[in-house]
């Protein structure tokens, strides 16, 4: 709480700088704006930029840095109670003492150690936030004293202004390659630790998911098993599901808003179809738990055949029905491209409209059709909450879609959810996991973003 | 031909071009004027509407069979919408609506009894813009064919698909990569490769809305030559914006000015000595 | 031109033949038929989901009460007599509404029909009294009918939600406590009210005592500092791709690489919060700052996208007028540019937010599921938000869980019509077309 009081602070004193400055501009040529190099407000930016952007970067570079430095501080001050615990008993007790030292409930009876630790961790925290606000108020003020004193009217405020406007934008679109880069790199860092332990080959190829590590040696089935294929496996039938139920509806929806619906009739259905795109897909969740998946094992039953409760079949069905208005939105831009005088011509030579949408029209657009598809069936690899609701948990290796399997998210989503150690196998095969995941859907995304673009360029 | 390569623009409001371009109509007339023609297509007060715009009043004029008639006027005259009128491709858009009567050989096209389909398959058309089907040379001729139920076997078809290609002049240019794309093909290779996908169903009646403007000199030449040779088979309608074109490649002409039909008649009486004062300003290039 | 076909006409004519046409124009019917089945089907699908939604939902807007005649005796609240509010808070208020239950039923005894007995309201009973008493100290020493919450077992089976018909061992009602819930029906000692516990509570493990404000709160603290963040990183990024960068290859890359990251699956920017927030800048577990940062980052690609194409449909005429009076470059973008593109990007900022508000993936990912009760009242505060509070009673096992999650739901999807409306009104009000 403590900081964002020092950034609003700080942001106001910057507030202060921008009229000061601009107000000392002005009066530095009695009013006469014509005799300054730049406007006014360019010489409050110059002075506010002086004394807000150093003050705020430290304070953005301390909060970072401090918590990492503090803990080593504090298990450094301890450093014969802890020796010989191993790394996981380690951040245990750090927890202990983080808990205890923002006065949370702790899971033990803090031992006399941990309380004079977690005393240690709030007095060095204390003083941390003393040298930042020292350290943030010795720069604001030096920034706002610099800042002043270099206005005159000769400065040349605008384009020194300008350039660092320009730097920030240019760092501000960087923070998109940033996230990717991080997104590699924390992926592929717990990755490799994880294969550190387990073998790629097993990984990639083994038959048999079983991550639940032995939390005591002499445990039956102890040593977790770690071979996918189940998972993608279970995550390929689903999406076939999906993509039955999903491909032919989207299309033919899209081809009958395109082709045939009335303006009237395409105002209306198409906001509604969007309605089914902007559901959160925790309620297609619920729904294909609550409703779809008991309804199937009902009609299973009735039949006499035995459908899971969280059989593959009412997963992919729903995640199939949230994927629909993707594809045919998709589609619908896609068979709009196609260019009105291919209609001309097939009408022209006596062609029904059906023919002419089934043998012009979709062959004329079969690139961006498939593109769309594919970033669709990127989208359904990588839907998360419908399967963690009403997918299954065991890994069946199985084609049956009356069975449950389960998939890549699902897994990622149990391994992590709940208390964990970072070091376990377990724990680091959601890594893995999401690393196979990651790599999948950016191939497809590459792969069907270049279709789409080359199909765009043959019809402009 | 004598005046196989034109230039866009050069008709100047001077006696001489236009005597010039009678001669040439001379040339080209003199053995086809022989033989009286039947009537093919009548059309009779043909009214049409775009929503409330009214684009045509009241046309009627009578085309004849086995002759190559030319509807020329400034352009939004109503030329290609009277065009599209003969085959009903202003049923594809949904705010045209169109009164009066066209026949074909007697028969009333818009009695809701026909179907459109049908009658499209009796009425050819070829656009401004050469459209081949994004499918091989072969697919784009035997579309037509296949839809229509015209062969029974793969032999039937690849002999409509040949001599349809012989028919538009394109047979010896392709015969060797009919698996090729259309798309791949010439822009003027490409307008022939449509005509001959019109030809391939037989139709009695080719429509043509200004097939060479997109073509560069040479290629309007093949076409026009082509639409010689076709007059003796079909009968053919052609709007184009040239009038040399109309004077090199028709019989008839027949003038449209603002959603009137004006004037119809003998190319060469059109051209030479026309009944109506818009007429001789047009062609005398005073508006246009 | 050798050839002999090139002289014989085209003979073979197209096959007008009635039973040729009709086969064609069955196929034409078939084709449209499956069009308009598709658009059904979806639609259809669209109407069970939000049916079935609103049909087990709306009855969790309203709570079955039993009204007690409740002696509030001063010798067990307040024996000093003092009013003090402390020793007002200390009382056993339990006891007192176990006791008018006891006077309601004299019938009733023994340990084991006591119990059922009790069980007919809400643990939080005693809570309510204690409020009740602390509010108003002068009712100490009468005696008043005061309205509970019943237990949540009792209100679904007051709403059909729990049959009566099935054997009594398949229910979690006996047939005792529906006896004596008709007994309290008869006199005219329950009802059913506008439940406000569910809009202003935070979570319990009993339904009737849970509400989604803590969820509520959660969500906009969350959705505070993903706007907060993304909205200016994501313009000004928009802003230099269109109108500064050099067209070159690294420009390229930063484009191909927002395009993927608009499709990488959300989960991944969960990992990605874990590994890079939790673990390694060791910020706290459950709280709308990790929650707000990850959806930022994964909001952040929508809003550049919609705020280029926004910047993109302002014509170059107005840059080339506003270079053309002298206007720097960037008093151009801000001055001109920018202002004519807000509306286009305020609009997919909105999406993008509503994006954000529906995300539950990732934010399982960095610990916002745990079962908090309290209020957030902070930005590291440990919290849940809307569609979290959805999974987690999702699966909660008491029958009374699956109306507030449908209620939940229904929260959340008005949440999200209305920042669609406001998208919406946006881009009418502002569509402009050049």
Known sequence: ???????????????????????????????????????????????????GLPALIVVALWLILQTDLVERMVLSGISDGISGMTKGQISLLLSDIRNLATGDITSRTPSPMVQAAAAHYVELQRLGFMLMTG????????????GLKAIQPTLRARPQVERIVRWLLLIASVIAILTTIGIILSLMFESIRFFGQVNPIEFLFGLTWSPQTALRADQVGGSGAFGAVPVFAG????????????????????????????????????????????????VYGFFAALTIGPLFRGAGESIGLSVASESALAAGLVMGVMIIPFVSSLSDDVINAVPQSLRDGSYALGATQSETIRQVILP?????????????????????????????????????PLEAVTTVTVQIVTLLVGDQEFD????????????????VTLALNVVALRVVRKYREEYD | MTEAIYVEGTVRPDEESVTGMSEAIETDTTETETAPFPTKVKANNVDAFYAEKQALFGVSLDVPENQVTALIGPSGCGKSTFLRCINRMNDTIPICRVTGD????????????????????????????????????????????????????????DDLVESSLQRAGLWNEVKDRLGESGTSLSGGQQQRLCIARAIAVNPDVILMDEPCSALDPIATARIEELMDELRQNYTIVIVTHSMQQAARVSQRTAFFHLGYLVESGATEMIFTNPEDTRTQDYITGRFG | ??????????????????????????????????????????????????????????????????????????????????????????????TIVRDAMRAQFPEVSGRRDLRKLYKLVSTGSDFTLRQIVEADPALIGTTQTIWFKSSADLDQLNKGAIPRDVPEGDRRVNDAQITWFDALSDDGRTRRSFNTTFFTS??????????????????????????????????????????????????????????????????????????????????PRSAPLVGGLVLALMTLPTVIIAGRAALQSVPPSIREAALGVGASPLQTVSHHVLPLAMPGILTGTIIGMARALGETAPLLMIGMVAFIVDIPRGFTDAATVLPVQVFLWADAPERAFVERTSAAIMVLLAFLILMNLAAVLLRRKFERRW
Not at chain 1, 22 to 45: D, F, I, M, Q, W
């Open chain 1, 1 to 51: 709480m403590n900081t964002i009081i020092l950034i609003i602070v700080l942001l106001g004193l910057t507030t202060f700088a921008y009229r000061y400055g601009r107000r000392k501009a002005l009066t530095s040529v009695e009013g006469r704006v014509a005799n300054l190099h730049s406007l006014p407000s360019y010489h409050g930016a110059y002075v506010a930029l002086w004394c």
């Open chain 1, 135 to 146: 350290a943030a108020v010795i720069l604001t003020s030096g920034g706002l004293y610099f």
């Open chain 1, 235 to 282: 995550t390929l039938l689903i999406t076939v599901i999906a993509m039955i139920v999903a491909v032919p509806i989207g299309l033919m929806a899209a081809i009958y808003m395109a082709e045939y619906a009335s303006p009237t009739t395409r105002s209306l259905v198409k906001p509604a179809l969007e309605i089914l795109a902007g559901i959160p897909t925790v």
């Open chain 1, 364 to 400: 004329a657009s079969l690139h961006g059709i498939v593109g769309a598809i594919l970033l669709a069936v990127s989208r359904a690899i990588g839907e998360t909450m419908i399967v963690v609701m009403a997918a299954g948990l065991s890994a069946n290796l199985t084609a049956n």
């Open chain 1, 424 to 439: 376990s196998a377990k724990t680091l095969a959601a890594f893995a996991l999401g690393l196979v995941l990651f790599l």
């Open chain 2, 102 to 157: 066209i026949t074909i050989d007697e028969q009333d096209i818009y009695d809701p009894a026909i179907d459109v389909v049908q009658l499209r398959a009796r009425v050819g058309m070829v656009f401004q813009k050469p459209n081949p089907f994004p499918k091989s040379i072969y697919e784009n001729v035997a579309y037509g064919p296949r839809i229509h139920g015209m062969a029974q076997g793969k032999a039937d078809i």
């Open chain 3, 1 to 94: 031109m050798t050839d002999p076909t090139i002289d014989q006409p085209i003979t073979r004519k197209p096959d007008f033949s009635a039973t040729h046409l009709r086969k064609r124009y069955r196929a034409e019917a078939r084709f449209k038929f499956y069009g308009v089945a598709a658009i059904f089907a979806a639609l259809a699908m669209l109407a069970i989901l939000l049916g079935s939604i609103i049909s087990t939902g709306s009855s969790a807007f309203t709570q079955t009460e039993i009204a007690l005649d409740i002696k509030l005796d001063a010798a067990k609240i307040d024996p000093d007599g003092t009013r003090d509010p402390e020793s007002l808070a200390r009382a056993n208020y339990r």
């Open chain 3, 202 to 283: 935070g979570d319990s493990r009993e339904p009737e005592q849970a509400g989604v404000w803590g969820a509520v709160v959660g969500t906009m603290l969350t959705l505070f500092v993903t706007l907060v963040l993304s909205f200016p990183i994501g313009v000004m990024s928009a802003v230099y791709l269109e109108e500064f960068a050099p067209k070159n290859r690294w420009t390229d890359l930063i484009e191909v690489n927002i395009n993927n990251l608009a499709a990488v699956p959300s989960i991944v920017f969960g990992l990605l919060g874990l590994a890079v927030f939790l673990n390694f800048f060791g910020l």
